[in-house]
């Protein structure tokens, strides 16, 4: 029997995971979670003689019944192969008192490339399941790094395009000139005046707007969704959890069954629930950390239950991460209510008209898993340079914000379990920043000089990201006002 999804909004919105894939958006506007949380059914001995592919297959396997054997292996082939730097495809590196889960060996050098290598053959796979001959119009919002991440997975795929908008002033400079390099002609990237929050309003606006669709429709388009929205993103995410605890354990690491930390930088809560999606398969997970920057909605709300987007929003060394709206947020509360649709679409009205929401003590309760933390700015720098100094080991302002928090919970908690804290994206992304905190000296303002500053001191080589966008030509200059973007998506379809 197929696993079904269904809506965080109403169960009555059920579908198989092609249709949650393709969908992107439950039309109620909810997101699909899973009915239920299938257990790992291989044991750690067997995991353990797995590598990334295999342990990829075994999991997902579980999560997408409705794909033959055939079609799953296809698409994680074609996913982790050399666009990744390393064989492994997600390293640990022991530095201090941690591990760090390096995600950052893919094509676009951050953490998106773990799912966005194989959402594009997970969607054109289920638009042929589904019989869909519609061209297939991927709309993305982006803090910076999904949107390279998902202009490079699909680029020149067939039957597809993908328009992304991302804030013109919140995204770093590589990040920026990574995106409007990007070739193919399915390919269309949009700066928007306002922040990452505006401008994932902006795409859900346009994705819930049902005469757009129908025009749409009868155009032979549909919208679908590579942001963290749509499950497809976030199961192969739990691969690396798993792959991250079985790569321990084969390495003497840890005993079998040993309860491990995480410490997850988290922006959309995509990431860490995916880590709360493997602690509920039965991978012996402790405490899920979940580390925010000076925009730290999440602490708060999980330190206090009341969740609160009424505040500034503050413009952080670490982008990817200023959010104030976690959408991913959602499926959490869903389980935590005991999978209660109408409480969790009241919720998230109130989020919608007052930008904010209270939570029971029963729903606490059930959110024990879960720790907040956060790191300002100048912490953030802080750790980097002491890492280096100590170490050797340089990371970006990202990571940075989990190792902060991850420092002090230790120091506070003296829990001295094995902690692995996630590594979303390469310090050669975030350079100036990075350099700053490790550089002694006057830093070069050219992207490129910085790079090879950064090769120089962290002794790790450039990554061909990196080296490519030397000499990249700018292929995107549009740039409109928040209120404007449906009216760019028409122009581009070319159905005003
Ligand atoms: C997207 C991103 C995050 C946040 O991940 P979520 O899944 O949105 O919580 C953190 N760090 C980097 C580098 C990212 O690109």
Not at 51 to 72: N, P, R, V
Not at 93 to 116: C, P
Not at 470 to 491: G, S, W
Request: hydrophobic share 35%; charged share 25%; proline share 3%.
């Amino acid at each position: 029997m197929n696993l079904m999804y269904s809506s965080t909004r109403n169960h009555n919105s059920r579908v198989t995971a092609s249709q949650a894939i393709l969908q992107g958006l439950s039309r109620d506007g909810g997101l699909y979670v899973p009915e239920r949380i299938p257990a790992l059914n291989k044991t750690l001995d067997e995991m353990a003689r797995l590598d990334y592919k295999g342990l990829a297959y075994e999991i997902l396997k579980l999560f997408l019944t409705d794909y033959t054997e055939e079609e799953l292996k296809y698409c994680i082939e074609s996913a982790y192969d050399d666009k990744f730097d390393t064989p492994v495809i997600a390293p640990l590196s022991r530095v201090g008192h941690a591990y760090y889960l390096e995600l950052f060996h893919g094509a676009t050098i951050a953490f998106k490339d773990m799912a966005l290598s194989i959402l594009p053959h997970l969607l054109k796979t289920a638009a042929k399941k589904n019989n869909i001959n519609d061209e297939i119009i991927i709309l993305t919002a982006t803090s910076g790094d999904t949107g390279k991440a998902a202009l490079a997975g699909f680029a020149d795929v067939k039957g597809t395009q993908i328009i992304v908008f991302y804030p013109k002033n919140g995204v770093s400079p590589i990040q920026e000139k990574q995106m409007v390099t990007q070739k193919g002609s399915n390919t269309h990237v949009i700066g928007v005046h306002g922040n990452f929050d505006d401008t994932q309003s902006g795409v859900k606006a346009i994705f819930n707007n049902r005469e757009l669709a129908d025009r749409m429709k009868e155009n032979g388009y549909r919208f679908s969704s590579a942001n963290s929205i749509n499950i497809g993103r976030l199961l192969p995410q739990i691969v690396y959890y798993v792959h991250a605890y079985v790569s321990l354990y084969r390495d003497g690491r840890i005993s079998k069954d040993e309860k491990i930390n995480f410490v997850v930088p988290t922006g959309n809560f995509g990431n860490i629930l995916a880590g709360y999606y493997a602690k509920s398969m039965g991978l012996p997970i402790n405490k899920l950390i979940c580390a925010s920057n000076e925009n730290k909605v999440l602490f708060d709300f999980f330190t206090t239950g009341i969740y609160d987007r009424n505040r500034e929003f503050i413009l952080t060394t670490s982008p990817s991460m200023d959010i104030l709206i976690s959408s991913n947020l959602e499926r959490l509360i869903y389980h935590a209510s005991g999978k209660d649709d109408a409480w969790t679409a009241g919720l998230m009205k109130s989020l919608a008209e007052k930008g904010r929401y209270e939570v029971t003590q029963k729903m606490r309760d059930n959110m024990q898993d879960f720790l907040g933390g956060y790191a300002s700015m100048s912490d953030t720098q802080e750790i980097i340079r002491k890492t280096y100094t100590e170490h050797g080991y340089v990371m970006d302002p990202h990571t940075a914000v989990a190792a902060h928090v991850y420092e002090k919970y230790r120091n506070e908690t003296k829990d001295c379990s094995q902690t692995v804290i996630i590594s979303t994206a390469s310090p050669y992304k975030f350079s100036e920043c990075v350099l700053e905190a490790v550089h002694v000296g006057g830093i070069p303002s050219d992207d490129y000089e910085q790079a090879a500053l950064m090769e120089k001191i962290s002794g790790t080589g450039m990554p061909r990201a990196i080296k490519e966008l030397r000499n990249a030509q700018i292929l995107h200059k549009k740039v409109c006002k928040a209120d404007k973007m449906q009216a760019e998506v028409e122009e581009i379809l070319k159905i005003i």
